[in-house]
């Protein structure tokens, strides 16, 4: 078993911080991410990131300052590297999935090469789908060598509660056209673990592909599947900024006013930032909102106004 006084942690995406204290060991996290902000009391723990952008613009903004940086070969994100050579952590948990929303992984490696001792393990995570998520948390229990039965059993929860909500989502008759949307200037409709969730709470997944990225979609596209539920679930957007900036997108497109879910007023908006967008433990409460928000007579998580709202309300 892992000895929490000596093992030092750094976690460079908020889902591997999640999965982390998931399984107990938050106090060995020496040092996280500027986005690591889940569960509390990280305050102490030390930044080694932080964005090269604006991470206060519109969508529109930050999709071209993030199309600069890549363009030029360069990372979305700055590492303090003596600081994590002072740290000197035997393990670095990051990620290989996306270059937008941490690290890259080659960043990283080549960092730990040039600075680190080799003692140093990096755990690397690149889920794409539910199952990819629930082996990842298995993985990082393993390489930590946290494989207990108390962990065993709080992994095997999340997939009893994600088998119940299925169970019941399963004998609805009705599965209303879900379209959600990752991101709002340029449109970008969900992907990898989504639609599969979309489907177990009980909707018809419509333009997202599950188990592939989330991709560049047009406004005709949603026109042309018309779907009965809209959710706007922006990566790194809480609520209130993805209020503020869909009030003035859908001012300006006044096309969405003809949608079946603008009509019968049910588009939503969840907090894409704390939980869709962080492939962990909480991907099961995102599960739970999905729910809520699609047969909302038969669940009640007590997600609303904290995980998600009703945006003609």
């Not at 102490?44 to 613009?57: E, F, M, R, W, Y």
């Not at 229990?141 to 929860?157: D, P, R, T």
Request: proline share 4%; aromatic share 8%.
């Amino acid at each position: 078993m892992m000895n929490n006084n000596s093992t030092k942690i750094v976690t460079l995406i908020p889902s591997a911080t999640e999965i982390v204290a998931f399984l107990g060991q938050k106090n060995s996290i020496i040092g996280r991410s500027h986005e690591c902000d889940y569960p509390h009391g990280l305050n102490h723990v030390a930044k080694l990131t932080s964005p090269k952008i604006n991470v206060d613009g519109t969508s529109g903004e930050i999709d071209k300052q993030i199309n600069t940086i890549l363009e030029n070969s360069l990372s979305v994100y700055k590492v303090d590297v003596a600081k994590l050579k002072e740290l000197n952590p035997d393990y670095i948990i990051t990620q290989a999935h996306c270059e937008v929303c941490a690290v890259s992984f080659s960043e990283v490696e080549n960092i730990v090469s040039k600075n680190l001792n080799k003692n140093t393990k990096i755990i690397s995570l690149q889920p794409n789908t539910l199952n990819d998520v629930f082996n990842d948390i298995k993985k990082v229990a393993v390489a930590l060598n946290l494989e207990n039965e108390v962990n065993k059993k709080l992994i095997n929860s999340l997939d009893v509660r994600l088998k119940k909500i299925k169970e019941i989502s399963s004998k609805q008759k009705v599965k209303p056209k879900v379209a959600c949307i990752e991101w709002i200037d340029p449109l970008m409709i969900a992907g990898n673990w989504i639609p599969e969730m979309v489907e177990i709470a009980g909707g018809k997944n419509i333009l997202g592909k599950s188990g592939n990225d989330s991709h560049w979609i047009k406004f005709k596209d949603i026109l042309n599947q018309d779907p009965e539920i809209i959710i706007f679930l922006p990566c790194g957007f809480n609520i209130k900024k993805t209020r503020e900036e869909l009030n003035n997108f859908l001012k300006q497109n006044n096309n969405w006013r003809t949608l079946k879910a603008f009509r019968n007023k049910k588009i939503f908006i969840a907090d894409g930032n704390q939980f869709f967008n962080r492939p962990g433990p909480r991907l099961l409460e995102s599960l739970e909102i999905f729910a809520e928000i699609i047969h909302p007579n038969i669940f009640n998580f007590h997600h609303i106004e904290s995980g998600w709202i009703n945006y003609n309300d």
